[in-house]
């Protein structure tokens, strides 16, 4: 009788053991070797590509833009609207205006027709030249990648600002050296010297950085010691402080030609004459008869019919020019306003 019922109980353990060994089986394959559902990558509303040269879409009339323009594939849009459609950009020589570069038209190319994105191409006008009969306006049709790029760049205390001024290139790398990589816009570059500008010659000593569709954007700044007006905060070295407005860009015909007045200048030629306001030093020439100097006076500071010239003492006691050197190891030179050839 008893081994009748240690048998028993030996074949109710066997079948304990293989439910406990099954059920350890099931969770281990449900809940160790089952790997969690990832969520669906989500598709963006446009690919963007190396821009590539197409054939002429002839939008352009030649008797008013003789050379016609330049069209180049920059983008596919995967989805919305235009699902399917070409992002296209067309450039050509101003019709009328006194642009920096050419004009610039974005197209979204779908089925054969073409929509003009007024928001992102050169404003239209009369006579220029588009025959209004190639293409659909589009106002309202956004491009948020295009978008950010009107937003601020911070690098330390400085605040790089889009550029005002349309000027419609295709990046190109040539002649430019990378400072450093915003985390949302990318690399941000300058020029690598004052000699090789290329491209850049109608913004030289901005910033540039490259845009999705493959053209580039301008920056500049304004050294954090001066305000709106061009007034410096700057303690000179006898403790007195900086009068009038100055001026770190080079005057031109019409307007301005740089971002920053950004000169070649060796550390044996300048001494430390004051501070400005965010702690940098700012310098002056040693010799007072420097041909900087003695240019400005002598031919950039004009007097108005009446007036009278300060003396040559005057004008160096006045500190007309100094020297900053920014977070980028660029001298920019600085002309007090009032001996500017404006």
Known sequence: MNAQKGSIWGFVLVIFLGVATLGTGIWYYFYLTKKPATAPAVQKTITWLTPEKIPDLKIFSLEVRPKGGRYYKVGIINKGQYAGGEIILAFAEPAATLGLTDDLYRFIRKDGKLYLLTKYSTQLYQNDGLDR????????????????????????????????SEINLLFDSNGLKKLFTDSKLGDVYTN??????????????????????????????????LDEQGRS???????????????????????????????NLSTSEIKKAGTTSTGDPVYIYKDSNHPVLKKIYQEDYVVPSGGIKESYSQFIDSYPVFFWED???????????IYLPW
């Open 133 to 164: 009969s190639m293409f659909t306006q589009d106002q309202s049709y956004t491009l948020p990648d295009l978008d950010a790029f009107a937003t601020t760049i911070t690098y330390g205390q400085l605040q790089l600002i889009p550029h005002p």
């Open 192 to 225: 690598a010297s004052l000699e090789n500008l290329g491209s850049y010659e109608v913004a030289k000593n901005c910033f540039f950085v490259k845009a999705p569709d493959g053209t580039v954007k301008f920056y500049r700044y304004t050294p954090p010691f």
């Open 233 to 263: 905060d700057i303690t000179w070295q006898d403790g007195t402080k900086a009068n009038g407005a100055y001026t770190f860009r080079s005057p031109s015909g019409s307007g301005f030609n740089d971002c920053a007045n950004v000169v």
């Open 327 to 337: 977070p980028f190891g660029r001298w920019v030179q600085f002309v007090n306003n």
